[in-house]
């Protein structure tokens, strides 16, 4: 009982980064300007040579990160298979997330972007991976 209440939590935490992340793609181009040139304010202060661009793709890469983080989580949970299952549903949400920004106004679908998110998912799962390999983990 206790392991399906783990892997009940793991699947709610993880819709609930999900829908995070479609909510901020769903807002027009000139809202998720505002909200990232707060963040740009904030990080220019720290590191000058900071700008827009470089804020927008490490905000991809960080949200796809969470995300590799929580479905490889997932995937242990459910003590399935091979390490595909959380690279693939990673690349299905980035293109998922990447397609569904050509129906908002201003934004875009760009494919460099899937490949940016996809890295940052491949990145946190290859992470956990190590981190599980070098404690003595079974089954990496």
């Known amino acids: ?18 829908w995070f992340i479609y909510a901020r ?12 040139g707060v ?10 040579f ?3 661009k470089i804020v927008r793709k490490l905000a991809h890469f960080t949200e796809y990160f969470i995300l590799g983080g929580l479905l490889y989580l997932d995937w242990r949970l459910l003590n ?13 949400f980035a293109a998922a997330d990447e397609y569904l920004q050509t129906f908002i106004p201003g934004r875009s679908g760009e494919i460099l972007d899937t ?3 996809f890295c940052g998912v491949a990145a946190a799962v290859t992470a956990a991976l190590l981190l599980r390999r070098r404690r003595g983990g079974r089954n990496c």
């Not at 009982?1 to 980064?17: C, F, I, Q």
């Not at 793609?25 to 990232?36: G, R």
């Not at 399935?80 to 299905?92: D, F, N, Q």
């Open 1 to 18: 009982m206790k392991r399906n209440w783990k892997l009940l939590s793991a699947l709610v935490v993880t819709g609930l980064w999900l």
């Open 25 to 36: 793609s769903a807002k027009p181009a000139d809202v998720s300007d505002e909200e990232s």
């Open 39 to 48: 963040v740009l304010d904030f990080l220019i202060r720290l590191f000058p």
């Open 50 to 52: 900071i700008n827009m």
């Open 80 to 92: 399935r298979g091979r390490v595909i299952l959380p690279l693939g549903a990673g690349l299905i």
């Open 115 to 117: 490949l940016l998110d």
